[in-house]
């Protein structure tokens, strides 16, 4: 699986997450993951809550339409960004849609 794949409903994506990071943002791709710097800390689900929120503003999308099928512990995971209304720019040269 590449690191951006469509799907009938939207996007899946490979992220890689750096937690307690300086600011908030996506940064590029690294070893086929799109790697995601965050400025909450990996305590109590804050890093997973704050990711989502941060992509719902870059992808225009609900929070509800982010989806962390796989790695919710890690920071390697499996996102399901459903019905995205903007790419942003570092996943758009990845993947043209």
Do not use: C, W
Not at 31 to 46: F, H, L, Y
Not at 74 to 90: A, D
């Amino acid at each position: 699986m590449s690191a951006v794949t469509p799907v009938a409903d939207g996007l899946k994506i490979r992220i890689y997450t750096q937690p307690q990071a300086i600011r908030d943002q996506i940064i590029r791709l690294h070893d086929n993951e799109i790697k995601v710097s965050i400025t909450a800390a990996q305590v109590n689900g804050e890093a997973n809550a704050h990711l989502i929120k941060f992509l719902a503003k870059k992808f225009k999308v609900a929070k509800k339409n982010i989806i962390i099928e796989k790695g919710k512990m890690g920071r390697h995971k499996l996102l399901h960004i459903i019905y995205p209304r903007q790419i942003p720019n570092v996943i758009a040269e990845i993947y043209i849609i």
